[in-house]
């Protein structure tokens, strides 16, 4: 296990990582700071096929050091976006007994 840690450790200043796989088109794999991915889907309005970006996922690090992960869904039948997931992490707080908070609360941003 020992092993697996050192595998995993951070070795860097960076803050997130992404990985996709997007099939045929290629992968991406980065460490960053911040994180804007957008992911569409074709679909059928007003008698024309477009792609919609319906899903949003967001990162960054807010004034406090507190890293939060965002995921909103896009409708092209509603107003605003909804926020379905919050997703905290302090690593620079040792007093921190929380590693990853989790907030599934369906709020509009």
């Not at 951070?10 to 460490?31: I, M, P, Q, T, Y």
């Not at 007003?46 to 050091?65: L, N, P």
């Not at 620079?92 to 989790?102: I, K, N, P, V």
Request: aromatic share 4%; with cysteine; proline share 4%.
């Amino acid at each position: 296990m020992e092993k697996e840690m050192d595998v995993l450790s951070v070795k860097d200043s960076r803050k997130f990582e992404v990985h996709c796989n997007a099939g045929d088109a290629g992968e991406l794999c980065v460490g960053t700071d911040s994180v804007s991915i957008q992911v569409g889907q074709r679909l059928r309005m007003d008698g024309a096929e477009e792609i919609w970006h319906s899903v949003g996922v967001y990162a960054k690090a807010e004034e406090d050091g507190t890293l939060v992960i965002r995921v909103l869904v896009f409708n092209p039948e509603w107003e605003e976006p909804l926020q379905i997931a919050s997703i905290k992490s302090r690593p620079q707080d040792g007093d921190c007994r929380t590693a990853l908070g989790c907030n599934l609360d369906h709020v509009t941003p």
